[in-house]
């Protein structure tokens, strides 16, 4: 279980293409997301975003 979970920035605009875990070091964001799915970090959670675009 993370307390800290904190991305990297290091997609193509920003995005968080990974995080870092004290303790750990890098995730992936595939892999964390099936982490907090699972329910491994009980602190954390996921959104979706719908966006549209006109």
Same mark, same amino acid.
């Given at each position: 279980?993370?307390?800290?979970? %904190?991305?990297?920035?290091?997609? /193509?605009?920003? #995005?968080?293409?990974?995080?870092?875990?004290? +303790?750990?070091?890098?995730?992936? %964001?595939?892999?964390?997301?099936? /982490?907090?799915? #699972?329910?491994?970090?009980?602190?954390?959670? +996921?959104?979706?975003?719908?966006?549209?675009?006109?």
């Amino acid at each position: 279980m993370a307390k800290n979970i %904190r991305g990297n920035h290091d997609g /193509e605009n920003g #995005e968080n293409d990974s995080y870092t875990i004290a +303790g750990r070091g890098v995730v992936e %964001r595939d892999q964390l997301v099936r /982490e907090v799915e #699972e329910g491994r970090h009980p602190n954390h959670h +996921g959104v979706n975003l719908c966006i549209i675009e006109k």
